[in-house]
């Protein structure tokens, strides 16, 4: 274990003083199991105090299964689900989605810079309505998308839209949700329900907690027997009361806004250090709390030999990526080495 901060990815870092403290402050005698205890109760009602919303909330301990789970709900086997081509659900879930669903197929749509699109997502659903093919049933968008960009409010209205008109259900993967709420300055409501999304998975994991993600249904029709579906993909916890009473800490105090701020000012400190450097370009405009650059692989491979840990999963470029507790001094230390790199 080191000290020293690396920005390959915001699941490097720790747990948030406010998760933490809130997790300690269930640690206190015995509680009734599988979510029969007041942190629940408290963390889904500070969920609907958040959205302003009566909506059903649910608790996982992942990510891929937050996903998956919410998508096999919307889905029979022979529907399809519409997704960007470079979404998580597609790329990095091991197939999950498909498995969860008993094989709801993914239909991806070309997106260069991780968007999708109204006209994407007609064209694909249009492409054939025969049986021998899987039906359209859900469009699913990640906020911010993997390129690090976010959604605005009129974007999700427009394929909210487009999805009534086509009766498809709308899901929002939001592992970094927060880092696009800091980014738009909005408050939840307004880039969820108000705008149309069916299902949001409300990331915890990445906002400064251990683990944890909140499934939130704003249709409860949606959600009838979801609880039955959390048992049996294992994703009831015995011990619920310490997958939830993390979001009291996180919510309740406003921390789990400043985190995803601070990991997106770091971000943008970042992008400005390296903006114009002779040998590195930004491949994607820095909304949210991630930096993608292109380099030479020679340059990429001097910054390796600095110490820098990072990631070329998406295009070739660098990807850096910020967390709660990013240090300025660090991100300073890295756009350097990056000036001296990538200026040789």
């Known amino acids: 274990m080191s000290n020293i901060q690396q920005f390959a990815s915001d699941n490097y870092a720790g747990i948030c003083p406010q998760a933490w403290a809130a997790m300690d402050a269930a640690n206190r ?18 969920f609907r105090a958040l959205f302003a919303t009566d909506c059903e909330v649910f608790f996982a301990f992942n990510g891929t299964a937050a996903n998956s789970m919410a998508l096999a709900a919307l889905c029979q086997s022979y529907h399809s689900v519409i997704c ?13 989605p498909e498995f969860f669903s008993n094989g709801s197929k993914l ?22 309505s025969d049986i021998h093919y899987p039906k359209p049933r859900v469009v699913t968008i990640t906020q911010p998308t993997e390129t690090g960009q976010v959604y605005s409010p009129g974007e999700v209205a427009a394929i909210s839209a487009v999805c009534r008109e086509l009766g498809l259900r709308l899901h929002m993967d939001g592992a970094r949700f927060a880092n696009a709420c800091a980014h738009l300055g909005c408050d939840p ?54 997958l939830a009473a993390p979001w009291i800490g996180m919510l309740e105090g406003g921390a789990w806004l400043s985190n995803a701020a601070h990991a997106n000012a770091c971000a943008q400190r970042l992008a400005d250090r ?46 850096f990526m910020f967390s709660w507790d990013a240090d300025m001094g660090r991100v300073d230390a890295l756009a350097a080495d990056m000036e001296a790199v990538f200026s040789a």
């Not at 470079?86 to 999950?96: L, N, P, S, W, Y």
């Not at 239909?107 to 054939?128: F, H, M, N, Q």
């Not at 491949?283 to 030999?305: H, T």
Request: net charge negative; glycine share 12%.
């Open 29 to 46: 005698g015995h509680a009734p199991a599988y979510g029969e205890d007041p942190w629940t109760q408290a963390a889904a009602d500070a």
């Open 84 to 96: 960007a081509e470079t979404a998580h659900v597609e790329t990095d879930e091991c197939g999950a």
């Open 107 to 128: 239909l991806v749509a070309p997106s260069p810079d991780g968007k999708l699109t109204p006209a994407a997502i007609r064209e694909i659903a249009g492409k054939r």
């Open 189 to 242: 409501a307004d880039i969820t329900w108000k705008v149309g999304v069916d299902v949001l998975c409300f990331g915890g994991t990445k906002n400064g907690m251990a683990v944890g993600e909140a499934i939130l249904f704003f249709d409860h029709a949606l959600a009838e027997d979801f609880d039955y579906r959390c048992k049996q993909a294992g994703q009831l916890a015995s011990k619920m009361r310490f």
């Open 274 to 319: 390296i903006a114009g450097l002779p040998g590195a370009s930004l491949m994607f405009p820095v909304q949210a709390n991630a930096v993608f650059v292109a380099a030479p692989e020679d340059r990429l491979e001097a910054l390796r030999a600095k110490g820098w840990r990072f990631y070329t999963f998406i295009g070739g470029g660098a990807r």
